[in-house]
């Protein structure tokens, strides 16, 4: 399900719907797990987007015992290259495409396509919950990978 990403929650209002302190939640993007919007003066803005998917973190670390690494591995297997409309010789120089440590919004090389782009709008970041039920997510991998 895709959320509306108006960001209109302040770090301490989503770190109380937790009931953790806001470094966690600073501790996520240090991570590179979620991307706040910044507002003009510079403080973190939280969509309901980036709500869900926190939710989804906090499952994946309390009932599936990842850790931050485990998390950054699985949005590494994002295939975003299918989900924007990359050539393949985008690919070839593509660190997203490369790598699967980091999702893309993490990685500086990208693709022509996304240096220009705000990742907290798109579609990838936007799926990154998906990653949150992981039977699911392997399971959808598989499809994709066996319909080719
Ligand atoms: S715009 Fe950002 S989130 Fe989207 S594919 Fe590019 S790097 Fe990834």
New binding site residues.
Partial sequence: MILPFEHNYTIGVVSQMFQVTPETIRLYEKEGLILPKRSESGQRRYSELDIAWISCIRKLITEDKLNLAGIRHLLALIP?WE??PCTESERTTCA?YQQNDQ???N?KQ??T??QE???YQ????RSAQRVGNIKDFIALHIKNISSK
Wanted: net charge neutral.
């Fill in positions: 975003c989900m924007k997203a999702p893309c919004w990685l990208i693709s396509l996304c782009a705000e990742c798109c579609i990838v970041y």
